[in-house]
DNA sequence: TGGAATGTTGGAAC
DNA sequence: CGTTCCAACATTCC
């Protein structure tokens, strides 16, 4: 469940742990001691895109959970857990399948939160700008690129650009001004609706292009292919999608 | 049951 | 030395 509203659903689900005392701590991550973590009072839970941030005294730890990885919170699967916090509270929170990295120094000063389409500073003139400035950039990378569209995925990406009726293979120096604009505003907007959708429980049957077979607009077959420096899958319709180039 | 999938990274190759 | 490419990783579902 990787994309960036998933990351804000967990962020609030957890939310009530902040300020609380970490009592227990293990796991199998190799790239941290989680005994470092135990006795600590949780600090901070914040994300960027699809990154959790724990911060605890003297320490923040990165949690991306890539393709596969999960959570569970007062509940455990029936796997081994990469990391599990026991709260004083009683209650716990298990990561799964996830990568987990200790970040250095200073957590705002190595992020830049302009970039997080699901945050307050999210700026989209930013992102207009660095896109200006990629001219040649495919639209169907330019959405992966995390550092442009910090928590975007593949499924916010073919939804991005049939709402806005983008070819995936348009080149981002060829778009008008003005679908500029709305390839950016969507990037956002719909990472909302994704968020709404998905607390909902409904977000697939919104699905208008991803892993669709028919346009809903025009009613003919999507198409789809592996696409882009990002080789990912991309659903369009050619007759609605207009490939600027 | 093999293949595909909401993703990133490290190191090889150029 | 900088940029690009691709294999590797990890898990679930159909």
């Known amino acids: 469940m990787p994309e960036g509203p998933s990351l804000v659903i967990l962020r609030e689900q957890a939310a009530r742990f902040v300020g609380q005392e970490i009592v227990r701590a293990e796991g199998n991550t190799w790239t941290i001691d989680p005994a ?3 006795g600590q009072r949780l600090l901070a839970l914040r994300t960027w895109g699809k990154h959790l941030l724990l911060q605890v005294p003297g320490m923040t730890v990165r949690i991306h959970f890539l393709l596969f990885g999960t959570w569970r919170i007062d509940e455990r699967r029936d796997k081994p857990a990469r990391l599990s916090l026991g709260f004083a509270d009683g209650g716990d929170i298990h990561f799964y399948a996830c990568s987990v990295k200790e970040i250095d120094g200073d957590v705002d000063a190595g992020y830049d939160w302009a970039a997080d389409v ?14 200006r400035m990629a001219p040649a950039m495919l639209a169907c990378d330019a959405l992966l690129d995390q550092d442009i569209f910090a928590g975007v995925g593949n499924i916010i990406k073919n939804e991005v650009l049939f709402r806005t009726r983008i070819h995936p293979l348009s080149a981002v120096g060829a778009l008008p001004p003005a679908k500029l604009r709305a390839l950016v505003h969507e990037a956002r907007a719909y990472s909302f609706d994704f968020l709404a959708w998905k607390k909902a429980n409904v977000l697939k049957q919104h699905w208008l292009a991803h892993a669709q077979a028919t346009c809903p607009r025009c009613r003919i ?25």
């Open 36 to 38: 470092r973590l135990r």
């Open 221 to 245: 077959p999507l198409h789809k292919a592996i696409l882009g420096r990002t080789k990912r899958r991309s659903f369009w319709c050619e007759r609605c999608q207009k490939h600027y180039a």
């Open 118 to 131: 699901m945050a307050d500073a999210w700026d989209p003139a930013r992102a207009r700008k660095t896109l």
